[in-house]
């Protein structure tokens, strides 16, 4: 017959899941009472259990919502933390101990924590009825509790005991009530008393006349009265210390006899002191039960309006934002996961239509010129013979083994492995491209998965590959050949390659010059070759110590620049290799003071200086330490730098002179062409190379990589990890939440919609009678 509270209950459950909105609040009990008014033991006789902790120890240290559910038809007597997910607990000890738990997780300095514990209880026992248990309110603190904890306990009941709340004010018979904190505090808020009920514990502790006196309420009124109870156990046949039932205290079912006794022990107590039974007093615990149903049923439906108007704003509100936001379209989670899929799908395709043959042979190409450019620095730009290349005759050995050397440096490089990892490295950096974008960027441990497989697909496939691409290129290590037309486009190729790296060594040297500053280069190349004269002089001068007799200077000196670094043999042999005209205007720029030409001017000059001041040296006996400037060792790098590629530069014109020259039109001629040589290997050794790939790994890759996509991300995905990957996506979040808010909506207020009627017809009823 309590038909409403039940339904609204339920209400309060399913509103409590989608949010707090202070508006949806429904009326529910408040206990509140001073620390030993005896809280615990009126709330307990009210379920009929033990089952809140006790001690002398502040227990309670969070809010307890506790949901009375009256199962009629159940025998089952159960417990439950909605919030935990622990189940049904029958043994109302170990909801005792969960409790106590949870209250000490609170640490001693912080000493209470508004965040509520909820507990629900089924019980055929139990009549329906929320119930909230709060600390209780302390006198003193102890040392180790806060000051502040007083005003916290008093601030976290007074957030409770607002409306719709009824408030249950829990005082001690034998405490004057002008001093119960309950009563203070209640009245501050229901100052009629219209939603307070007084309950009165202890009654067995004063004398009936007294507690009479008290339950009738002429000093503190309240309109819905002070009921009478008494919630402990005789002394003389105290319960827990009977032998029978001590041995199985820990079982409900004792319990529930336990608070039989207890409610048998408290009727004898009232019926036995006649005053109890006048008029207009109210006692016991069945009493309490009764009223508290009563006046809950009543607030409920006092609330009921205003909770139907304010569900149905929110419906309203959630339905205008379902069709701003979604345009009324529902979504659900297995959707949302179908549609990712089929996008990370497609933005793989596009990617493979995107990677073919042509991306691959760039990548594979790029890779072969840098080290056809790097063999050629290593074995002939670095030549100090270099410049001879030309001149020298067709089958002058040393340039013929240079030429097998390079050639087998270059397919005797584990080409099928390098180019094997490069494309696998591309091809990941494209998959880690596509595991940070829409939409695997909303999910990080997808997006890893599908890192992982792609890379496991991949190395599956590296070996074969690489041992394919590496027996294909195996006849290239014996012997190259090729067409006329190959041969054009490898001279072709390698003009190119080396114009892009002259340029590029223009592009740094430049830069070192910005960055420095003409003058200051200047100074620390001049510097820098200085120093190495000095030490080939150095050695010359060990040399000379070896050789005692008779050396003059003459020969130093000749030794001294046939020592220097290449930079000056270079020097030395491109002028001599230049034409007169040339000359001329070399000579001319010495003397204008101009860029590259200059620069070897200050070096000649550096040279006679220092081979004076060797003179010096010598002739002192005395060992260099004329260094007057001091540079900064990184500004002599940059000047080593520096004076590495202005002889970059230099060889570099000069060899692509030698590439474009009628020599190089013929592949006889390769000898005198190794860049070009090179170059047609390389291209050849693309070609295989990325013929391999294509088939071993390109098409492989692409053709498993959906399909373990179906496998490792979609099956076997249940109904919880479908919703929270779908979650991940803030965007979809929201949406279901939205959804779902709505759809809670919508059922809570056909619930309220048909409480609204009902009620309409009681009242209509009632207006009859
Ligand atoms: P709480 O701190 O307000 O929860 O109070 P408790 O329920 O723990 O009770 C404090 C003490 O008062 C305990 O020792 C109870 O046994 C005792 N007590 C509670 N109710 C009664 C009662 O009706 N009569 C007597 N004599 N003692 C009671």
Do not use: C, R
């Given at each position: 017959f309590m038909l409403l509270t039940r339904k609204l209950i339920e209400v309060r459950n399913i509103l409590m899941n989608i949010d707090h909105n202070e508006g949806l609040k429904l009326p529910s009990i408040v206990v509140i009472g001073s620390q030993s008014s005896g809280k615990s033991s009126v709330l307990e006789a009210i379920v009929g259990h033990e089952f809140l902790p006790k001690g002398s120890n502040m227990v309670t240290r969070r809010p307890i919502e506790l949901t009375l559910i009256h199962t009629p038809k159940s025998k089952e007597e159960y417990g439950e933390f909605p919030q935990l997910?622990?189940?049904?607990?029958?043994d109302f000890t170990q909801i005792q101990k969960t409790l106590r738990d949870l209250n000490l997780a609170v640490p001693e300095s912080e000493c209470v924590s508004n965040k509520p514990i909820e507990l629900r209880i089924f019980s055929?026992?139990?009549?329906?009825l929320t119930l909230i248990d709060l600390p209780g309110y302390i006198q003193v603190t102890n040392k180790k509790q806060p000051e502040t904890l007083k005003d916290k306990i008093t601030e976290l009941c007074q957030q409770y005991i607002k409306e719709p709340n009824i408030i249950l004010a829990v005082c001690a018979?034998?405490?004057?009530?002008?001093?119960?904190e309950a009563l203070k505090a209640g009245r501050k808020v229901d100052p009629l008393g219209l939603r307070t009920i007084g309950v009165i514990t202890k009654m067995d502790l004063v004398e009936p006349e007294i507690g009479a006196s008290i339950l009738r309420n002429s000093d503190y009124p309240l309109h819905l009265g002070y009921i009478g109870v008494v919630c402990k156990p005789p002394l003389t046949k105290s319960i827990t210390s009977s032998p029978s039932s001590s041995s199985s205290s820990s079982s409900s079912l004792t319990h529930f006899n336990d608070q039989k006794a207890l409610m048998r022990h408290e009727e004898d107590f009232f019926r036995s002191n006649y005053v109890y039974s006048q008029r207009g007093i109210q006692v016991g615990t069945g009493t309490l039960r009764r009223k508290l149903m009563e006046v809950l049923e009543e607030n409920m439906a006092k609330s009921l309006f205003s909770i139907v108007s304010a569900v149905q704003l929110e419906l309203e509100e959630a339905r205008y934002q379902f069709k701003v936001h979604y345009n009324d379209r529902r979504i659900t989670a297995e959707s949302y996961v179908a549609e990712t899929i089929d996008s990370i799908k497609h933005n793989f395709k596009n990617f493979a239509h995107s990677f073919g043959k042509p991306q691959v042979r760039h990548e594979v190409r790029t890779m072969l010129e840098q080290r056809v450019l790097d063999l050629c620095a290593e074995l002939y730009w670095t030549d100090n013979k270099i410049n001879y290349l030309p001149k020298a005759t067709i089958d002058d050995i040393y340039w013929q083994y240079k030429l097998d050397l390079s050639s087998a440096s270059l397919t005797k490089s584990g080409i099928g492995r390098t180019s094997t990892q490069l494309v696998v490295d591309v091809l990941m950096a494209n998959m880690e491209k596509l595991a940070s974008i829409d939409p695997l960027n909303n999910h990080p441990d997808t997006s890893s998965k599908v890192l992982k497989f792609s890379n496991e697909i991949l190395r599956n496939k590296f070996h074969t590959t690489a041992d394919q691409v590496e027996n294909c290129v195996k006849p290239y290590k014996y012997e190259v050949e090729c067409t006329e037309q190959e041969w054009t486009d490898g001279v072709k190729r390698s003009i190119s390659l080396l114009e892009k790296e002259l340029e590029n060594c223009e592009k740094a040297l430049r830069s070192i010059k910005n960055s420095l500053g003409k003058k200051k280069l200047r100074a620390a190349i001049k510097y820098v070759l200085d120093l190495e004269k000095e030490s080939a002089k150095r050695r010359e001068m060990t040399y000379k110590n070896i050789n005692t007799i008779n050396t003059n200077n003459v020969n130093e000196n000749e030794n001294v620049i046939n020592n220097t670094s290449n930079t000056t043999n270079n020097n030395t042999s491109n002028t001599s290799n230049s034409s007169n005209a040339s000359n001329a205007s070399n000579a001319s720029n010495t003397s204008s003071n101009n860029t590259t030409t200059n620069t070897a001017a200050t070096l000649g000059h550096g040279d006679l200086s220092s081979t004076a001041m060797i003179s010096n040296v010598i002739e002192s006996g005395d060992y260099f330490d004329h260094r007057v400037i001091h540079f900064n060792p990184k500004v002599v790098e940059k000047a080593k730098e520096a004076i590495f590629l202005r002889d970059r530069l230099m060889i570099l014109k000069y060899r692509l002179a030698a590439l474009k020259s009628r020599q190089c039109k013929s592949q006889e001629n390769k000898q005198y062409c190794p860049e070009a040589f090179l170059n047609m290997i390389a291209e050849k050794l693309t070609y295989t190379a990325v013929m391999l790939i294509q088939v071993e790994l390109l098409n492989e890759f692409f053709f498993q990589f959906p399909r373990e996509v179906d496998n490792r991300l979609v099956y076997d995905l249940d109904r919880k990890q479908i919703l929270s990957f779908a979650k991940e996506n803030p965007r979809i979040r929201k949406h279901l939440e939205l959804q779902e808010r709505k759809r809670k909506l919508e059922e809570v207020m056909e619930k309220l919609n048909y409480l609204v009627r009902r009620q309409r017809d009681i009242e209509g009823h009632g207006s009859y009678l």
């Open positions: 997910g622990l189940g049904k607990i029958h055929a026992n139990v009549p329906d018979a034998d405490v004057d009530l002008a001093n119960s």
